[in-house]
């Protein structure tokens, strides 16, 4: 606490000192004393305030508290204010951080006072979200002779309502038996407690109070009164209980998850966190995030990064992180601020997608692209410049034969090579979003119809209008692979290819079909796209097979190849559908 946010928080009369002489008298408090000036209150000494029996016994607490023993402390106490009768009162102590010094605040609770007469101290509304009570520990049935405004605000209930009652009229149907009983029982032994309990205001409404209870005892070390504090909790309950559903779902995430509170402490980290960066939960909690921190990122990226989610926005962004061990990794890091219900942010709950594979296959294949494309195809063009020639300066059959098939051969190289460019695109493309009705898919099959005009191609379909997909840019391209396919694979005679859209019911999946009079794709080189792996000594000869496999794939469908009656082969594609009212485009 600072000097200038000490003076407003606190409305029940305070004085702040350090070596038991006073730094700082509230306004209550200067009340309290006989409305002096300031000047005359600070530089003496607290004890000068109390009567003398109960003056050795605040100075052994205030030592306590200065060396730290103790975080907080009450007495019950004869104040002797300046222009006052004597009053039983309970001073309240805990060190506090005055500018940068330790020091002490005692604050003063009148327990003198019954429920109608005029109270001697001071009070004013108390924004504070804390109640505080005094119980007679002497009195039959523990009943509250204090009560704060923070309390009557929390609880509802007015002063006269509350005192000289016991605190339980506050529980009711559904409080549990259980913290009931602990505070019983610590009362009895005359022992601090602190539970969290189902407690009902004045109108009816639950809320969860967090209530600690501490004996005060007299100069003669009798307990004389019970300290209460009082806090509404409702809230961190509120959120405890959606943390907790959080986990259970995060603890099965195949994502790195992990919850900060609003300080960037770390709270909470799943299994696939602890299995991502190397450090475990118990090394991660109560860390900041930076210990994931790499040097690939400049500072301004950090602070764009806090600017973003103090501010109650989504922050989403490609960055490298450090493992415990020291290795790299590039994320997808997604961070939501968590609010309460005053809009308040609590909480921050990070998701961390590892795309140092992606990122690296992305760039792998940039290179082979850049590759194919420019060099192989350059050197292509060269070759067959050269065959030409050659054909047409060549005499003998045989060497025009061989000519020919150079040439030949460089233009099935040059295909191959413009075919890298479709893995270019499904890389692309499988990032899309956006829904494709059945008019879109059936103008793929339109538009490779256009572009073969040399095959037959037919087109049956049973599908009602309002079915959609997700990402049908990469149902298009499987379609144009399997289309041109059928046309290269017809070695003579015209290619015929029967397309068919159908559904089925359980689960609902669009059905394509595509059969040709094809050569038909050999068993072989299918069950290494199925098998899902390339050997030295299995390889399948062609790309468009495997565009095929992973467009279908990439969309969750399931593709199957077959040869029946006069077809070469029948590639079946069955792919989700989706409800176009339901999912977000
Ligand atoms: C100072 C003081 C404050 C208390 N505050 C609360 C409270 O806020 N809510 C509550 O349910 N019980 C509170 N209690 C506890 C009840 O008064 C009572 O001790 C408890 O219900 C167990 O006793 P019983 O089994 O006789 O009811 C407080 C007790 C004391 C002495």
Redesign the pocket.
Known sequence: MTPTSAVPTQRDPFVIHIDGEIVYANDPCLALFGGRPPDAIIGSSVTAFVAESSQQPLVEQFEQLSTAQATALGLAVELQPPNHEPHDCVIMSSPVDWAGERAIQSTFLDVSTDATAEPVFTRALDDAPVGI???DATAED?PLIYVSDGFCRITGYDRSDAVGR???F??GPE?RSEP?AA??EA?AAEESVTVT?R?YRADGTMFW?R?T?TPIANTAGEVTH???Y?EDVSQLKLYEHEKTLFEKQADAAPYAMFITDREGSIEYVNPAFEQLTGYTAAEAVGENPRILKSDQQDDSFYDELWETITAGETWEEELVNRKKSGELFRVKQTIVPIQNADGEITHFAAIERDISETAFTGQVLDVINRILRHNLRTSINVIDGYATLLEESLAGTEQIDAAEAISDRTRRLHTLSEKTTHIRNLMERRNKKQLTDLSTILSYIECSRQEHPEAQISLANTVSDEIAIKNGSLLQLAIEESIENAVVHKDDGQPRIDITLSMTDDPPQLCIEIADNGSGIPQAEWDVITANQETPLRHSSGIGLWLIYWAITALGGTVELARHGSYGSVLTYRLPVVDPTVVDA
């Open positions: 009570t005094v119980a523990t016991n605190c339980r506050l529980q409080t009931v505070m019983r009362i309990l407690n109070n209530v209870i019970f300290l209460g009082q």
